[in-house]
């Protein structure tokens, strides 16, 4: 849990999601005073899961041509973690810490390929963004990040053209095909 303006923290709700997508299970021990006690249990891999040709369909490869790519999220794990995907895959981020930060980059002429941005931030967050964002750059395409898929990021999705939702957590091959649509 973070203090009040500091953002939302990872959520037990991303927590929960990411431990279910892995058929894995959550437990949480809380008593007053004492603390809170989180178990994650997942199940064993078979062996021949283990190697790397058993993960995913086909190799990562990065794209022929790189994008530039504004990501706007509050989150240092987030950011590290979208940060190194978008590397891997040979696109150049410009990483902005809140809503206001990347207008501010917009306004001073930044001209992304994408915009990355996330749902749950403190000051505009990205529900209070997205339509200054569209004023400033009406035709790129943003992909909307959050932890948990409400009927408030659906209905910016739905009132915002080039706006796609990608729920988090995602994996680098996730983030691979929601990228290329925007590589031609």
Known sequence: TKEVGKGTGLGLSIVYNTVKAHQGEVELQSEPGRGTT?????PALPLAARTPEGYGTGPLMPFDRSLEVLLVDDDEL???SMLGMLELLGH???LATSGEEA????EGGLQPDVVILDMNMPGLGGAGTLPRLRALRPRVPV????G???QTAQDLVQAHPFVTLLS???GIRELQAHLAPFLN
């Open 78 to 80: 987030s950011q590290n």
């Open 38 to 42: 989180v178990i994650l249990r997942f």
């Open 103 to 106: 207008l501010a980059r917009l």
């Open 148 to 150: 948990r898929a409400d």
């Open 92 to 94: 150049r981020p410009v």
């Open 143 to 146: 992909l909307l990040t959050t």
């Open 168 to 170: 988090k957590p995602f």
